[in-house]
């Protein structure tokens, strides 16, 4: 008896492990790439809510359709917005997210090369007036 129920553990885990067989994987290919609108943090793949749920579905009924992933994108940022997009579109707005990290970056580097760079010598004109000026005896 225990080793059926070891047994039905083992199963269950196993068919947790992979996408549900009545979907293909191109369907959680695509939903991975979309964010779920009502958890945070999840996409659309692993999300357990309804809206994800509805998501997948209509995800494979498009694919069953003909129609490219490109299009089935489209499809939702015209209901969500960029928004929904995990990786956002580089135009208009967002193309500040891609871009500030190489701005940030370059100005960094410019920094760190201003604060190491190797410093010009004294003249020796002002060595030996300073030399001088500190044997002086103070007034």
Not at 31 to 36: D, H, I, K, P, Y
Not at 42 to 68: C, F, P
Not at 89 to 115: D, E, I, Q, S
Request: aromatic share 12%; hydrophobic share 45%; with cysteine.
């Amino acid at each position: 008896m225990r080793w059926l129920a070891l047994l039905f553990l083992f199963l269950s885990a196993w068919a947790q492990s992979g996408p549900p067989p009545d979907l293909s994987p191109e369907v959680f290919a695509i939903a991975r790439e979309l964010r779920c609108p009502v958890c945070q943090g999840e996409s659309a793949a692993e999300s357990n809510a309804g809206v994800a749920v509805e998501m997948r579905r209509i995800i494979a009924e498009m694919l069953q359709q003909g129609k490219t992933e490109a299009e089935i994108k489209a499809f939702f940022v015209d209901r969500y917005g960029d928004w929904i997009l995990y990786e956002p579109p580089r135009r208009g707005a967002t193309l500040w997210v891609w871009v500030l990290p190489l701005v940030g970056l370059f100005l960094l580097g410019l920094g760190l090369f201003a604060y190491f760079r190797p410093k010009r010598p004294l003249p020796p004109e002002l060595l030996e007036e300073a030399e001088r000026r500190l044997k002086e005896p103070p007034a």
